[in-house]
């Protein structure tokens, strides 16, 4: 049998019981050649005729065992491997098998019992030792889970299993580069393990590196050619690096594989969302709106991510049942980590007696850098009143050497880049720093780490700025907004308490980073792009993803009712421009009315902005940055403002200029017919320009230190209601310093 000729060891054993009936070795050995050619029935017969001879032989209850456990008939082998154990206690293998088998019978807490038994005769059984792990694991008690496998892979070689698991634990807790080196060693035991390649690009595409991600997600497929989640996953990683066309025929691939893969299906609506191809738009609305719904109905993460769902007409309602279900998630990465609950900060009054004498706040985001967040907030962290406030913020991202992330280190009273450590770690330090008061700037944005926030390691925690959207989290209390953004007759649609501050809860940095933009003498030439001298230019410098089938059936409309006008889009992205230029013409629109440009840096997209002269906002999800580019750029804009936060933000930005109102409208005909109306009306378009160029200065919108003030008050009435005793509760923010005593 050792040599592997199953057929002679066959005749042989069968000779030996024919010599020997009561030869209960023999009656084993033939009972083992009969399991290894597959035939169960034979080998039962045999193992118990070797039971016949010998009641108390050990090892054939324990192979008899284990033919009723591949069979899944648990009790009974249950109850063989305990016979085993019985005649023989010194049996290991009998207790790992024996806690296999009650772990898939429920039995749990005994399994644990005969892992431990196994360890206890043999404290290096690998089996045992990642068998315990793996409990431990499903239970979230990362750390036993990690000392198991570690404590395998210290006694045995070859085995790829614990090395997966352990990259399993590093990646959830944000070790990514020891998750990398386990997955390496996956590799190095099996180079040919689709399974490894794809969780090793995941990881690779989550920290950024996403060409070495396309790299093994295309090896995973060259290896199984059929595995469908390697080339959704490739389609992601492609989508990640500018090839959207390709991510397309990748996510197709995915689903002619698995017709029936949530993820894929959301994931590829998603994509060509970003370029406009509309075809099949609303039947794969209908269906992902159903995949949704099944979703939320159970256990399973949502396939639509809650910053996707923003710009989809998805009812606000199923919105926030997504965002929960995100919060949740969060909720289960930050119970895996094992920590105590913290304490918090005393709920003392502000310079009261025996109370602090600043307000901590503790500002968290990935953002503090080149992008969008810092050119907005940029002053901000550095204008709070140091007499009352003290401001840390936690970088998650690591420096870019940019200017935005230098002027932030410089300004804020505290800067702390934690990028390198563990999210338990940072939660850690948050709290030491006893901060009362810690905002949240990302949201469910690229780079965010809620887990920290769902540890919970200060008393109030804030969602502000980053995430046009309700967070849906039971660990968040508070959202920062306003009145018009998110009026309190849609609060139902909210997981937060609503805090509205004065004019418009959308901050930016313009008046003291963008000035030279006012200057009339840096106004760029329309030639510079292509523009036209002679038409009327309409723009809209939002992303592709924002725009759908009716709002741009209306840009058309519109375009065609103004004679000599055009539309100025942004190639964001480029493969876009093709299916809206063939979509323009289907409607009647002449080619040389839409025009193009591409992504520029910050100050000349503002200055080459009042080039246009009106800009039209997309409804579905709004112009937030870019709104408040072009309004202090001068240029006025048509707003549409529905239900969700992100499709009433460009209304709020209007409202805050005091010239804004002309700018809202409360249908989609009326959008139309107050672009044209106002493209046909030189003289009322040009003093709205005017108004709207001469309230900048003076207007609320683009007055950060005020806005800052305000900022402050909500943190002390949010900290004062805490020590009050009270429940988080929606307020209002009046611009009255004698609302928001320190003391009393």
Same mark, same amino acid.
């Given at each position: 049998?050792?040599?592997?000729?199953?057929?002679?060891?066959?005749?042989?054993?069968?000779?030996?019981?024919?010599?020997?009936?009561?030869?209960?070795?023999? /009656?084993? #050995? !033939? +009972? =083992?050649?009969? &399991?290894?050619? *597959?035939?169960?029935?034979?080998? @039962?017969? %045999? $193992?118990?005729?070797?039971?016949?001879?010998?009641?108390?032989?050990?090892?054939?209850?324990?192979?008899?065992?284990?033919?009723?456990?591949?069979?899944?008939?648990?009790?009974?082998?249950?109850?063989?491997?305990?016979?085993?154990?019985?005649?023989?206690?010194?049996f290991?293998?009998? /207790?790992? #098998? !024996? +806690? =296999?088998?009650? &772990?898939?019978? *429920?039995?749990?807490?005994?399994a @644990?019992? %005969? $892992?431990r038994?196994?360890?206890?005769l043999?404290?290096?059984?690998p089996?045992?030792?990642?068998?315990?792990?793996?409990?431990?694991?499903?239970?979230?008690?990362?750390?036993?889970?990690?000392?198991?496998?570690?404590?395998?892979?210290?006694?045995?070689?070859?085995?790829?299993?614990?090395?997966? #698991? !352990?990259?399993?634990?590093? &990646?959830?807790? *944000?070790?990514?580069?020891?998750? @990398?080196? %386990? $997955?390496?060693?996956?590799?190095?035991?099996?180079?040919?393990?689709?399974?490894?390649?794809?969780?090793?690009?995941?990881?690779y595409?989550?920290?950024?590196r996403?060409?070495?991600?396309?790299?093994?997600y295309s090896?995973?497929?060259?290896?199984?050619?059929?595995?469908?989640?390697?080339?959704? #996953? !490739?389609?992601?990683?492609?989508k990640?690096? *500018?090839?959207?066309?390709?991510? @397309?025929?990748? $996510?197709?691939?995915?689903?002619?594989?698995?017709?029936?893969?949530?993820?894929?299906?959301?994931?590829?609506l998603?994509?060509?969302?970003?370029?406009?191809?509309?075809?099949?738009?609303?039947?794969?609305?209908?269906?992902?709106?159903?995949?949704?719904?099944?979703?939320?109905?159970?256990?399973?993460?949502?396939?639509?991510?809650?910053f996707?769902?923003?710009?989809?007409?998805?009812?606000?309602?199923?919105?926030?049942?997504?965002?929960?279900?995100?919060?949740?998630?969060?909720s289960?990465?930050?119970?895996r980590?094992?920590l105590?609950?913290?304490?918090?900060p005393?709920?003392?009054?502000?310079?009261?007696?025996?109370?602090?004498?600043?307000?901590?706040?503790?500002?968290?985001?990935?953002?503090?850098?080149?992008?969008?967040?810092?050119?907005?907030?940029?002053?901000?962290?550095?204008?709070?009143n140091r007499?009352?406030?003290?401001?840390?913020?936690?970088?998650?991202?690591?420096?870019?050497?940019?200017?935005?992330?230098?002027?932030?280190?410089?300004?804020?009273e505290?800067?702390k880049?934690?990028?390198?450590?563990?999210?338990?770690?940072?939660a850690?330090?948050?709290?030491?720093?006893q901060?009362?008061?810690?905002?949240?700037?990302?949201?469910?944005?690229?780079?965010?780490?809620?887990?920290?926030?769902?540890?919970q390691?200060a008393?109030?925690q804030?969602?502000?700025?980053?995430?046009?959207?309700?967070?849906?989290?039971?660990?968040?209390?508070?959202?920062?907004?306003?009145?018009?953004?998110?009026?309190?007759?849609?609060?139902?649609?909210?997981?937060?308490?609503?805090?509205?501050?004065?004019?418009?809860?959308?901050?930016?940095?313009y008046?003291?980073?963008?000035?030279?933009?006012?200057?009339?003498?840096?106004?760029?030439?329309?030639?510079?792009?292509?523009?036209?001298?002679?038409?009327?230019?309409?723009?809209?410098?939002?992303?592709?993803?924002?725009?759908?089938?009716?709002?741009?059936?209306?840009?058309?409309?519109?375009?065609?009712?103004?004679?000599?006008?055009?539309l100025?889009?942004?190639?964001?992205?480029?493969?876009?421009?093709?299916?809206?230029?063939?979509?323009?013409?289907?409607?009647?629109?002449?080619p040389?009315?839409?025009?193009?440009?591409?992504?520029a840096?910050?100050?000349?997209h503002?200055?080459?902005?009042?080039?246009?002269?009106?800009c039209?906002?997309?409804?579905?999800?709004?112009?937030?940055?870019?709104?408040?580019?072009?309004?202090?750029?001068?240029?006025?804009?048509?707003?549409?403002?529905?239900?969700?936060?992100?499709?009433?933000?460009?209304?709020?930005?209007?409202?805050?200029?005091?010239?804004?109102?002309?700018?809202?409208v409360?249908?989609?005909?009326?959008?139309?017919?107050?672009?044209v109306?106002?493209?046909?009306n030189?003289?009322k378009?040009?003093?709205l320009?005017?108004?709207?160029?001469?309230?900048?200065?003076?207007?609320?919108?683009f007055?950060?230190s005020?806005?800052?003030?305000?900022?402050?008050?909500?943190?002390?009435?949010?900290?004062?209601?805490?020590?009050?005793?009270?429940?988080?509760?929606?307020?209002?923010?009046?611009?009255?310093?004698?609302?928001?005593p320190?003391?009393?």
């Open positions: 049998m050792e040599s592997g000729d199953l057929s002679r060891a066959l005749q042989y054993y069968k000779e030996a019981v024919k010599l020997k009936p009561t030869f209960s070795d023999a /009656y084993l #050995n !033939l +009972g =083992n050649v009969y &399991k290894a050619l *597959g035939m169960a029935a034979e080998a @039962i017969v %045999c $193992y118990q005729r070797a039971l016949q001879s010998k009641p108390d032989y050990a090892m054939a209850y324990g192979n008899l065992a284990s033919i009723y456990y591949e069979q899944g008939n648990l009790d009974i082998a249950i109850n063989h491997y305990r016979q085993a154990i019985t005649y023989d206690t010194g290991l293998e009998a /207790y790992n #098998n !024996l +806690g =296999n088998a009650l &772990k898939d019978a *429920g039995k749990v807490e005994e @644990i019992h %005969c $892992y038994q196994c360890l206890s043999q404290p290096s059984h089996q045992a030792l990642t068998n315990l792990g793996n409990i431990y694991m499903e239970w979230n008690m990362m750390s036993a889970a990690a000392q198991c496998y570690k404590a395998t892979l210290s006694v045995t070689t070859g085995l790829s299993a614990p090395f997966n #698991n !352990l990259a399993i634990i590093y &990646k959830q807790q *944000g070790n990514h580069a020891d998750a @990398i080196s %386990c $997955y390496n060693e996956v590799l190095r035991i099996d180079p040919l393990a689709a399974d490894g390649l794809v969780n090793r690009g995941n990881t595409k989550e920290i950024g996403v060409n070495e991600a396309i790299q093994d090896h995973a497929i060259a290896i199984r050619p059929n595995m469908a989640e390697a080339h959704a #996953n !490739l389609a992601s990683a492609y990640d690096s *500018g090839h959207v066309e390709a991510a @397309i025929k990748s $996510y197709r691939q995915a689903l002619a594989i698995r017709p029936d893969f949530p993820e894929a299906t959301c994931n590829l998603h994509t060509l969302q970003c370029v406009c191809d509309w075809d099949d738009r609303k039947r794969m609305f209908i269906e992902v709106d159903g995949i949704l719904r099944r979703q939320i109905k159970t256990s399973v993460i949502p396939s639509v991510q809650p996707h769902a923003i710009a989809y007409p998805l009812d606000p309602i199923l919105a926030l049942e997504i965002s929960r279900k995100y919060a949740a998630h969060c289960v990465i930050a119970s980590f094992s105590p609950a913290f304490n918090h005393l709920p003392l009054k502000i310079k009261s007696s025996g109370g602090n004498k600043r307000l901590k706040i503790g500002y968290v985001s990935s953002d503090f850098g080149n992008h969008p967040l810092s050119h907005l907030m940029g002053s901000v962290f550095g204008m709070h007499q009352n406030m003290e401001v840390f913020c936690y970088a998650l991202s690591p420096n870019d050497g940019t200017e935005w992330r230098l002027r932030t280190q410089s300004e804020a505290h800067f880049d934690v990028s390198a450590m563990a999210s338990d770690v940072i850690r330090l948050i709290n030491e720093d901060i009362q008061i810690l905002i949240n700037l990302n949201g469910y944005t690229k780079g965010a780490r809620n887990e920290i926030f769902a540890m390691p008393p109030i804030v969602s502000y700025m980053g995430f046009p959207g309700t967070t849906g989290a039971n660990y968040i209390q508070y959202l920062v907004t306003d009145e018009f953004v998110s009026p309190l007759k849609y609060s139902h649609i909210y997981s937060e308490k609503l805090v509205h501050v004065p004019h418009c809860y959308f901050v930016n940095d008046k003291q980073k963008n000035l030279d933009v006012l200057d009339p003498n840096c106004r760029p030439k329309r030639s510079a792009y292509g523009l036209p001298e002679d038409k009327f230019i309409f723009g809209c410098f939002n992303q592709l993803y924002k725009m759908d089938p009716e709002i741009f059936t209306t840009w058309c409309n519109i375009l065609k009712r103004v004679p000599n006008s055009a100025w889009l942004l190639r964001f992205p480029a493969a876009g421009e093709m299916r809206l230029r063939a979509y323009a013409a289907a409607q009647g629109v002449k040389d009315q839409i025009i193009f440009t591409d992504v840096t910050k100050n000349e503002i200055r080459r902005c009042s080039l246009a002269d009106l039209l906002d997309t409804p579905l999800c709004n112009a937030h940055t870019t709104g408040t580019d072009v309004l202090w750029a001068g240029l006025p804009m048509v707003t549409l403002p529905l239900e969700k936060m992100a499709t009433r933000v460009a209304g709020s930005l209007c409202l805050a200029t005091g010239v804004g109102e002309e700018m809202i409360n249908s989609m005909q009326e959008y139309e017919d107050r672009a109306s106002l493209a046909l030189p003289a378009l040009q003093d320009t005017n108004r709207l160029k001469q309230s900048r200065l003076s207007c609320p919108l007055d950060t005020r806005w800052v003030t305000n900022l402050e008050r909500a943190y002390l009435k949010m900290w004062n209601l805490y020590c009050a005793g009270q429940q988080p509760q929606h307020f209002k923010v009046t611009e009255d310093d004698s609302e928001y320190y003391d009393h």
